[in-house]
């Protein structure tokens, strides 16, 4: 689960890393590997003080930011390449799990899940990959989605079973996102 670049791509230890979801649960977790392997993480997160904590546990930077808003993502991808340094390594793991039943989604809920799972997950590729560009290093995005987009496994035919179908399309978005 916690796979990192920054041990694939650097014998120097010095790689930015900026993990979006990062301030708990499996973003975390991606984030604390990161710091092991030596990368200077940044942890991206709508729970600012939560952000900050682990980013004080892990010794690294923290920068609050809700991934579903276009400008606070531009305004964290400024945030690291001017007060850290333009990043080598996204993973964006901000997400959230809206499992309510199709037959109870309101349009607040449908719009949100997609809005931070999809879409905001577009922007900060596209906010963070210029600024590779820009820097002229290259770099790596990681993506993460579930194994409920896949399209197998019993997470799907659960959430199939359940009528919660808009899940199962935000991670397909996901997923697609990732692979395009
Ligand atoms: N936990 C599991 O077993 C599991 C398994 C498969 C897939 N997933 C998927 O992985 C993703 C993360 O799971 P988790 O268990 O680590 O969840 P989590 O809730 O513990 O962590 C998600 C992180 O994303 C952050 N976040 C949420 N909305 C945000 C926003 N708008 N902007 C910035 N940050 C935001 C949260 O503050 C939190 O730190 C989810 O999409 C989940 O469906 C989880």
Redesign the pocket.
Known sequence: MCQSAAGQESNSGKKIAVI?????????AIAQRHADEGARVVI????GD?ARETASAIGRNAVG????RNQWVRAMAKFVADEVEAADILVS?????SMGRLAEISEDQFDRQFN??VR?LVFASQAISGQMVAAGKGGKIMN?????GSGRGA?RRLLRHQGRRHQHHA?QGARGCAAG
Not at 65 to 68: A, M, R
Not at 144 to 148: C, K, L, T
Request: glycine content about 18%; overall charge positive; charged content about 20%.
């Open positions: 979006t979801g990062g301030a708990r649960g499996i973003g975390r991206a997160d709508s729970r939560e930011v809700d991934q579903s793991g901000a997400a959230i799990c931070i799972n905001g993460s989605s579930s194994q409920a997470s991670k």
